[in-house]
């Protein structure tokens, strides 16, 4: 089976930054996409980034255009997300997933999901 766990939440200032973490781990070959959505408070869960596994193909939620960077490092299973001039909007639980994830058994088309981390940005 394949987790995923998050790290790197916190409480920061607005306009103070961040940076989020999650690792895969299981018996993983390969991972297709890996991104970050959040959960914030009276909203559904929204897409914050996506990134393909060459990187040639990264998506952005409009709100975090210009503010937040999307990485990973296929060789670790990781992917980051560095989070700078934070809004008190960016407040809420941030959800690491997996799509399209190979093991040494099986071809998982469904997503995998973290726990989540909280971040809360204060004004």
């Known amino acids: 089976q394949v987790q995923l766990v998050e790290s790197g939440g916190g409480l920061v200032q607005a306009g103070g930054s961040l940076n989020l973490s999650c690792a895969a781990s299981?018996?993983?070959?390969?991972?297709?996409?890996m991104g970050w959505y959040r959960q914030t408070p009276g909203k559904q869960r929204e897409l914050v980034a996506l990134m393909s596994r060459g990187g040639g193909s990264t998506n952005y939620a409009d709100s975090v255009k210009g503010r937040f960077t999307i990485s990973r490092d296929n060789a670790k299973n990781t992917v980051y997300l560095q989070m700078d001039s934070l809004k008190s909007e960016d407040t809420g639980v941030y959800y690491c997933?997996?799509?399209?994830?190979?093991?040494?058994?099986?071809?998982?088309?469904?997503?995998?999901w973290g726990k989540g981390t909280l971040v809360t940005v204060s004004s």
């Open positions: 299981g018996t993983i070959v390969s991972i297709n996409a």
């Open positions: 997933t997996s799509v399209g994830v190979s093991t040494t058994t099986t071809f998982y088309s469904q997503p995998f």
